[in-house]
């Protein structure tokens, strides 16, 4: 029989882990840079846009244990902040990414602050909660244009320098920002604070007695998180040049936990896979509508079943490296 | 015509009414949610979807068989409390030594499959669904109108509510349910099937919310999506009244349904967020939930 810790990665010790994870990492630098010449680079961007959630997302999930059922908020607000300060306010696209970003995380410490004082199925529940609130204020708040979004958002120019137009161009920037999204959450799990922070999801109680302050790192951690995910709804935005109720919505909440169980809970490159696979069935089953729905029910219930180590977590088991 | 703080009487009476129609469906749900919290431990999150398929049920009763309102209220909550033992049964059992966090993601995805599904086959759009012709028209109290359907309902639920809290509180079954709530293992010692005994609740806690969907056929129709966004705020119910307390949620449900009324009335943009702005306020003062305890 299976236990409790099952889903949750080994403690490594940094040292030996290094050297495999580094050619993992390589091999995805190395695919993303060679996929635009192959692969629609806008399917590409759109599936990096979610992998950079998904990390963010696995940052909570992963290392503090924390399921937070709420991730769209900080998602699409972002968007919306970024879509209205590039369009309506005329920001170049990289002040208006990070003004996303920064409202994100603003949003992550409110939000934060509330749930972090609550555990396991009650911080499910109070995230759920507070960003289906946040849901509601973008349905009626005027700015962000009800059922219609904001559309035709300008990519603009970077920096004055590189025309974003280009969806090359647009390609390599994108991947620039989740890479940066990427290497920062590996730093953050490899530093003395992603120690801590694997010590509260361990026991908590202990953590404390050793004179941690769970509440301030768990905060620190969910902030991180949200901000993140801003990033990431942010750079969507400007992609798509939309930005519309679809990613504040609760469903979008739950494709971000499918996508990080279907790519392994608590592994560095799962949720980037898990990305990739969910994006990629929502691309090819489009035109069955809602069909899309059960079909991801379905790998919800097998995950959950017979599968939660994910498809990352079943590969580190089998070579016996954490990835 | 009278008046309260500039308001209407008719009006204000009118969606007090509502509130307490959208209260009793807040707290047979908060119910159903609560029990099955308190011995399973997980956060049924199909419940939304299974208040829906209870008005299809009714639905599909009177368009194949012919049969109508009444026998719906009786066999559309046994269809769906059956259903509920069924998926207990060969899904949910297998996760009780895990994280209830993954009680919490496979019932995510049975609510997607299905509403899903439902969607697939009847659309969007609602179906109608006839109101009793006993129950049809209504009675003038003097100060309002009142609709015979929606008395019935108040008056159904509440009662459904207080025999459910007059079974698991005040009956030797309820001292078993308990007792199994505080320690299992304890009470299968005593010789009492445990497991027989969590299958039962999941699936009576499924069938209040089946009897939910048949109450609310005839007001809302019925719709694929009718569950799909009241389940969140029947959580932020949860989480104010406190998970695992019984008369907590039938509190808490009836009480959010009659504020939530109000602001409608008072000040109409935040009666989508209010029982949200509640549930961040009580959270601040006793993180537990008014009537709940630390589990």
């Known amino acids: 029989m299976t236990t409790a810790q099952e889903a949750a990665p080994a403690l490594e010790a940094p040292s030996a882990t290094g050297r495999h994870q580094l050619v993992a990492f390589a091999v995805m630098v190395a695919f993303f840079v060679v996929a635009p010449f192959f692969i629609y680079p806008l399917f590409l961007m759109k599936a990096l846009c979610f992998a950079l959630f998904a990390c963010a997302f696995n940052l909570l999930i992963g290392y503090v244990g924390l399921l937070s059922f709420g991730h769209a908020a900080f998602l699409g607000s972002a968007g919306y902040i970024s879509a209205h300060t590039a369009k309506v306010w005329g920001w170049p696209p990289e002040l208006a990414i990070l003004a996303g970003t920064v409202v994100a995380g603003a949003l992550g410490v409110l939000i934060g602050a509330l749930a972090i004082r609550s555990r396991g199925i009650y911080f499910a529940n109070i995230t759920l909660a507070l960003a289906q609130m946040i849901y509601f204020f973008c349905l009626q708040a005027p700015f962000t244009h009800g059922e219609d979004g904001i559309q035709a958002v300008p990519r603009g120019m970077l920096f004055g320098l590189l025309d974003l137009r280009h969806t090359m161009t647009m390609y390599f920037v994108v991947l620039a920002v989740f890479l940066a999204g990427f290497l920062l959450i590996y730093r953050t799990i490899h530093s003395p604070f992603g120690q801590v922070l694997k010590a509260i999801r361990e026991h908590e109680p202990r953590a404390v007695s050793l004179g941690y302050t769970a509440e301030q790192y768990k905060l620190l951690a969910f902030v991180l998180s949200a901000t993140l995910s801003g990033l990431a709804g942010g750079t969507k935005a400007i992609v798509f040049q939309l930005a519309s109720l679809t990613d504040v919505h609760w469903t979008m909440s739950g494709e971000v936990v499918l996508m990080t169980l279907l790519g392994g809970l608590g592994t560095v490159f799962g949720p980037v896979v898990g990305a990739f696979i969910v994006i990629s069935l929502e691309n090819y089953l489009s035109q069955l509508g809602s069909w899309v729905t059960v079909v991801q029910g379905v790998i919800f219930v097998l995950c959950v079943l017979t599968f939660r180590r994910g498809v990352i977590g079943e590969l580190a088991r089998l070579i016996k490296k954490p990835l | 015509m009278s008046s309260i703080f500039g308001v209407p009487t008719q009006a204000l009476f009118g969606q007090l009414l509502i509130g307490l129609i959208n209260g009793s469906f807040y707290a047979l749900l908060s119910l159903g949610l609560s029990v099955i919290f308190g011995l399973l431990n997980i956060i049924n999150f199909a419940h939304g979807a299974l208040y829906m398929m209870g008005a299809f049920v009714a639905y599909f009763l009177l368009q194949w ?39 919490l993601l496979l019932t995510f995805g049975l609510a997607l499959i299905i509403q899903g599904l439902f969607r697939n086959e009847f659309g969007s759009s609602g179906l109608p669904y006839a109101m ?87 007001i809302y129709q019925v719709n694929p999506l009718m569950g799909a966004d009241l389940i969140i705020v029947v959580f932020a119910v949860v989480v104010i009244g406190g998970l695992g307390s019984i008369m907590g949620s039938i509190l808490t449900g009836f009480a959010l349904g009659i504020v939530e009324g109000l602001t409608k009335v008072f000040y109409p943009e935040a009666s989508n967020t209010v029982i949200f702005v509640i549930m961040a306020l009580v959270l601040l003062v006793k993180p537990t939930g008014l009537f709940g305890r630390e589990k």
């Open chain 2, 132 to 218: 009793p012709a006993q129950l049809a028209g209504g009675r003038s109290l003097g100060f309002m109108f009142l609709p015979n359907y929606r008395a019935w309902v108040i008056v159904f639920s509440l009662a459904t509510c207080l025999a459910t809290w007059y079974v698991i509180e005040r009956t030797k079954l309820g001292s078993y349910l308990r007792a199994a709530t505080e320690n299992p293992a304890l009470v299968q010692a005593f010789g009492i099937n445990v497991p027989r005994m969590i299958t039962l609740t999941y699936g009576f806690g499924v069938a209040l919310a089946a009897l939910a969907g048949v109450l609310a056929a005839p």
């Open chain 2, 65 to 103: 068989a012919g049969l109508g309102y009444w026998w719906a209220l009786l066999l559309s909550p046994i269809v769906v409390g059956f259903l509920g033992v069924v998926l207990e049964r060969t899904m949910l059992k297998r996760l009780y030594h895990l994280d209830h966090l993954y009680g």
